[in-house]
Structure formats: C-alpha cells, structure tokens
Nanobody
Framework: VQLQASGGGSVQPGGSLRLSCATS????????IGWFRQAPGKEREFVAC????????DYADSVKGRFAISRDNAKSTLWLQMNSLKAEDTAAYYC??????????????????WGQGTQVTVSS
C-alpha cells in the first residue's frame, strides 16, 4: 500500500493550490482517504476526508468553504483543491487511507496507511 502526496509549493495569500494523492498497491474503491497537515512545532491536524464512494466528505472548520476534496477511484487518485490560502495554511500535507471506508478526523486511530508529505507555504 502506497500513497504519495504531491502538488505542494509556495503561493501568496489568496492563491490556490491543488494537491494530489496517488495511490498504488491496493484497490482504492473500498478505502476512505483523509488529508492532514502538520506545521512546525505543532501536532498533525485533520484537514478533510472523503469516504470510499465519494458520497460523504468532512472538513475542518478552518478550511470549510475554501478547500474541496475529491476522488477518482478509476485513476487511483485523490485531490485537495485549496483556494483562498492563508499564511496559517502553511504546513506539510499528508494523505492517509482507511480500510474502514468511512471518513474520520482521528489521526491516531482513523487511518491505516500514510503517505509522505508535500510542503505548502503561503507567504507574501
């Protein structure tokens, strides 16, 4: 099971980025996927999640209305569209997979597999 996040970079406040999470080694069809982020000196925190079918998603209050999670099981890929970025969105972003298939904001028990992070820096 492998997950690889990509698409990070540097952007000015108010800008947009689209992160990708490419998966391999398993059938994405039955897995829920979550996005988390970790800023220096802070704990990893929940950002967004989507259930196995894409029919249910959830977002942290801090990103609601600005971020959107989506998936294409046929392409084994998920995305996190991030708009109206703020300096406080600066962090390493990670995608994670849950064999339970349901959305969870629990970083300790909600996910079974984690990918490497991709850095997002929002600065003027």
């Amino acid at each position: 099971v492998q997950l690889q996040a990509s698409g990070g970079g540097s952007v000015q406040p108010g800008g947009s980025l689209r992160l990708s999470c490419a998966t391999s080694g398993f059938s994405l069809d039955y897995y829920a996927i979550g996005w988390f982020r970790q800023a220096p000196g802070k704990e990893r925190e929940f950002v967004a999640c989507i259930n196995w079918s894409g029919g249910t998603s959830d977002y942290a209050d801090s990103v609601k209305g600005r971020f959107a999670i989506s998936r294409d099981n046929a392409k084994s890929t998920l995305w996190l569209q991030m708009n109206s970025l703020k300096a406080e969105d600066t962090a390493a972003y990670y995608c994670a997979a849950s064999t339970r298939g349901v959305c969870s904001n629990d970083r300790r028990r909600g996910y079974d597999y984690w990918g490497q992070g991709t850095q997002v820096t929002v600065s003027s």
